[in-house]
């Protein structure tokens, strides 16, 4: 994947001198107003590419880390989070599915889920952010479905026969979240700490939580 | 290092929404991911608190819609931060109607000033 090296500088290009058609309205206006600030030193052009990039990849999997984090220390709010994903999340003040809702699917040791959209790339980003690039990949849509357990210990993820595997299809009116299990080891950390340990793959259900070294 | 995405921005609700797709901001053109970077910059830099800059897009968009002004959500936000920068003192119509008029006329082509302060 490097056919768009991006380093965070090129976005000017299109702007320079070799225009064929006059640029818009707003794309000049946007352009005085970037130039004036900078010379008054308000702002620095490689502050907005980083801003602007930030927010197009990053919207965050940190606000589904700490929707676990929280469930983890907390047995009302995670009993509220299973019952009804969507309103819990809106508790912590993620939400803008726009009508879609969100369950929460608990793993434990007898049931791992694990998440899919196999039509497109329906995907909860409220609260995981932009979905990864395998997420939307044909290989994993259909082969997730067919054979999950090979698909997860691709992930390394490896499930004793007596798990239960469950694949859940996403949908537009139906998002899913997974809760993974809180690793053994963590019972003194803090939700913040914790909520450190989340991963967006867990969240998707093809990894699990790993412990972290020095608590072990 | 770029802050986190301020949820106050993210999550603007309603006529305000950010668009997007599948969750991903959608820019239909490059200047309105600058124009989004530079408004959000400037609360970074605490120029003005976020909620000034999402009551000046409502009004804008209420204004435009009450007067059938077919305007882009981008537009709207631009002449949003425009108002507030003109409110705060910051720029000055004459400064932006002169620097525009250079870049297009093409006797300025310093592509986007420079990158650090």
């Known amino acids: 994947m490097h056919d768009d090296n991006h380093d965070g500088h090129d976005h000017h290009d299109g702007h320079g001198g070799h225009h064929p058609e006059p640029e818009s309205y707003p794309a000049l206006r946007t352009r005085a107003i970037e130039s004036l600030l900078a010379e008054k030193g308000l702002i620095a052009s490689d502050a907005i590419d980083a801003i602007v990039e ?31 994903g969507t309103e819990a999340i809106a508790e912590m003040g993620y939400w803008g599915t726009q009508g879609a809702e969100i369950i929460v699917l608990e793993n434990t040791p007898d049931v791992h889920n694990v998440v899919v959209c196999t039509l497109c790339s329906c995907y909860p980003w409220p609260v995981l952010g932009l979905p990864p690039m395998w997420y939307k990949s044909a290989p994993y849509r259909s082969r997730v479905v067919r054979e999950p357990r090979a698909v997860l210990k691709e992930f390394g993820t490896e499930l004793g026969d007596d798990v239960e ?52 | 290092m770029a802050k986190d995405p301020n ?44 909620r000034s800059f999402r009551d000046a897009l ?40 002169a620097r525009m008029a ?8 310093d592509d986007w000033v420079p990158h650090t302060r």
């Open chain 1, 54 to 84: 930030k927010f197009e990849q990053d919207i965050g999997p940190m606000n589904g880390a700490k929707v676990v984090a929280r469930a983890w220390v907390d047995p009302e709010f995670k009993r509220r989070l299973l019952e009804n």
């Open chain 1, 165 to 216: 595997v469950r694949v859940q299809d996403s949908t537009a009116e139906v998002r899913y979240l997974v809760l993974p299990e809180r690793p053994e080891g963590t019972e003194r950390m803090s939700e913040q700490e914790l909520a450190a340990l989340v991963t967006r793959d867990a969240m998707i259900g093809v990894t699990k939580i790993q412990v972290p070294a020095q608590v072990r």
């Open chain 2, 7 to 50: 949820p106050e921005v993210t999550t603007m609700d309603g006529e305000a929404a950010l668009p997007r797709s599948n969750g991903e901001l959608v820019f239909e053109a490059p200047w309105e991911g600058r124009a989004f970077g530079i408004a959000v910059a400037l609360n970074e830099q605490q120029v003005y608190p976020w």
């Open chain 2, 58 to 97: 409502v009004d804008h968009i209420a204004a435009d819609d009450a007067e059938g002004r077919e305007t882009t959500y981008y537009e709207r936000w631009l002449a949003s931060l425009e108002t507030l920068l003109l409110e705060q003192g910051l720029v000055t119509e004459e400064e932006l109607d």
């Open chain 2, 102 to 109: 250079e870049y297009e006329s093409g006797e300025r082509d």
